[in-house]
């Protein structure tokens, strides 16, 4: 027999008729002889609408209501979902997510889910039901042992459904939507967006959470982490969707479906240099003559960090390898002798990164690298964030006691600690699709002590609040007193509560002061075979000169390249980059 989830979503539940019609489906895919667990969504916009009859009574809601109003909407389409499936002659059975046996943390509005027992769904298969089952919720045990109902966080039922895909080691987790897969972009902005056949994981969970909705980041962690067989197809249609390939994995499940340790993996690449371009000019075109003339000229750049605005200039710094350098360097003069600015370089430095997808969504984890880092006199050259990776780049004389102290800290094993290794050309597309987010804001603390620790104070002054940074970015030039800037971005939901907590920390700063920064929008490129391309960010920088889009930002990790941009301009520059990786149907 095959055991299939099938996850619909609230669109594809908007009305009597689509449910009614969802109901067809699932009896057809029965009547194929596969045993169903059926995961829901509440129905079309039914969640929004339950928030703005509490944001009618407070702007403050407890948490514990919000989940107690907002788990109604998924009860309401599983009762119905089963009504329509016993007037087409089938047996089923609704259950809510404490009936089916999940249990999660008791964090309300965004609990990870912990286990899921599965002994009672077991039961209703084996007597041939179909059972249909309300995602996004569970329930804790509270205290007193008392259950809780908890909300996984919005979006949240994929990752319901691909979590009891992996409890139930089913044969595929089918996620129903209303597009007809992962699509290059959004096409809601983007008209030309195409469908992808398939995507790894790991692209796959940067553009979740870059803001590419059409799946819960969780939910691709949680395949990536046990294979299971995802899959992403419209509910309208029988076509075959998006597959998302991960090598299989099936690591135990050490401390809950997701909770394993954060960090898999710590890194050391030596022969590391770094080039700081200053003081240069802020306007269209800068960033994209710069890296076009790096990468015509053959230099490779690995991480590039834009970092905040001094009064009409900017600074770029970027790595490349050390035997790069003299020639990089020279390409930099010939720039900086038209544009204007500073150039300063340094060699003989080191890139340390921790990676995991565990990192994701929780605070504490780049702050704890940096607080260990500063615990053993490492100070942070550079930072750069993704969301499954953190790398410092940092001075190679501290290499080894930094790689000690960092493995030892996340508790790794020598097969999990690497030095030097570098992957092989997987021939992958240098861009696989592109993401815009457009809730986030940015904010600079500038003339901050550049010392051991202060980044470290400041993630985890935020991670003490629940706030996860995303994009950081450290200045590479220090003002007259020997202060730095440093400018993240963070959720516009979390800025009340970041700028009083970072406020209390400058306090004790002498100098420093915090700029509430403007609305902005992340673009962000993702593709695996970036690493192994050149010029790919010098592409992107271009798009957006041909738009006279500025950029704010930029940052780079591995295999994404994200750029800043005012909120205004967003949609703008999503378009130009999708185009300028001929990503959409006709372009070319
Ligand atoms: P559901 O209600 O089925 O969970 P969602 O609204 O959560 O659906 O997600 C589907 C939506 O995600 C699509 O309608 C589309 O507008 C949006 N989306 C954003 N980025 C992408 C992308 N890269 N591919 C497909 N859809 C995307
Ligand atoms: N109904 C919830 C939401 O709208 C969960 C989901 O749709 O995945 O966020
Ligand atoms: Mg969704």
């Known amino acids: 027999m095959t055991l299939l989830v099938q996850k619909f979503g609230g669109t594809s539940l908007g009305s009597i008729e689509r449910i009614k019609s969802v109901a067809k489906r699932i009896k057809a895919s029965k009547e194929e002889g596969n045993d169903l667990v059926i995961v829901v969504s509440a129905m079309g916009h039914s969640t929004d609408e339950l928030t703005n009859l509490a944001s009618n009574i407070t702007g403050q809601p407890s948490r514990r209501e919000m989940d107690m109003l907002l788990s109604t909407g998924e009860q309401v389409s599983i009762s119905l979902l089963a009504m329509a499936l016993h007037e087409l002659g089938e047996q089923a059975i609704s259950m809510t997510g404490n009936q089916a046996g999940i249990i999660t943390e008791s964090a309300h509005g965004r609990a990870r889910i912990l286990e899921i027992r599965t002994d009672r769904i077991k039961n209703f298969l084996n007597q041939g039901q179909i059972i249909v089952i309300a995602g996004f919720q569970g329930t804790s045990l509270g205290i007193g042992g008392i259950p809780e109902i908890t909300t996984l966080g919005r979006g949240g039922s994929d990752t319901s459904a691909v979590a009891l895909a992996a409890a139930l080691e089913a044969n595929a987790c089918e996620i129903y939507t209303d597009v007809p897969g992962v699509l290059t972009t959004d096409p809601r902005i983007v008209k030309n967006a195409q469908l992808m056949k398939s995507i790894s994981c790991d692209e796959m969970l940067e553009l979740a959470s870059l803001g590419a909705s059409v799946l819960h980041p969780r939910a691709v962690e949680i395949a990536r982490n046990y294979g299971v067989t995802l899959l992403v197809k419209s509910s309208w249609d029988n076509l075959s969707g998006t597959l998302l390939t991960s090598k299989k994995n099936n690591i135990p499940t050490k401390g809950g479906i997701e909770h394993r340790s954060p960090v898999h993996g710590l890194e050391l690449i030596e022969h590391q240099a770094v080039i700081a371009l200053s003081n240069i000019p802020d306007r269209p075109g800068i960033a994209a003559d710069l890296f076009e003339t790096l990468s015509k000229g053959g230099v490779n750049v690995d991480l590039i960090i834009q970092a905040t605005h001094q009064v009409n200039k900017n600074d770029i710094t970027f790595t490349v390898n050390e035997d790069e350098l003299k020639n990089a360097h020279s390409q930099c003069l010939h720039i900086i002798k038209s544009i204007g600015g500073e150039i300063s370089t340094q060699s003989n430095m080191t890139k340390l990164s921790i990676n995991g997808s565990g990192i994701m969504g929780r605070a504490g984890i780049a702050s704890s690298l940096f607080d260990t880092l500063s615990n053993s006199g490492v100070n942070i050259r550079l930072i750069a964030t993704s969301e499954v990776k953190v790398s410092c780049v940092i001075d190679a004389g501290l290499g080894t006691k930094a790689l000690r102290s960092v493995g030892d800290f996340f508790k790794l094993n020598n097969k999990q600690i690497s030095l030097n290794v570098t992957t092989e050309d997987n021939h992958e597309p240098e861009v696989r699709g592109v993401a815009i987010d457009k809730d ?99 592409k992107m920088f271009r798009a957006l000169a041909n738009k006279k889009i500025n950029i704010e930002m930029i940052a780079t990790s591995e295999i994404r390249t994200t750029c800043i941009v005012p909120e205004l301009n967003g949609e703008d520059a999503l378009n130009a980059i999708h185009s300028c990786f001929k990503l959409g149907e006709n372009d070319s």
């Open 440 to 538: 986030q804001i940015q904010i600079s603390v500038k003339n901050v002590p550049d010392r051991p620790g202060t980044a470290s104070n400041i993630c985890s002054i935020l991670a003490d609040n629940n706030i996860t940074l995303d994009t950081i970015v450290q200045s590479e030039r220090k003002h007259e007193d020997n202060t730095k800037d440093i400018s993240f971005t963070i959720k516009k939901n979390d800025r009340k509560e970041a700028t009083i907590a970072i406020k209390e920390l400058i306090s004790n700063w002498q100098g420093a002061t915090l700029e509430e920064g403007k609305s902005i929008a992340r673009i962000s490129a993702v593709g695996s075979g970036m690493p192994f391309t050149r010029g790919t960010a010098a």
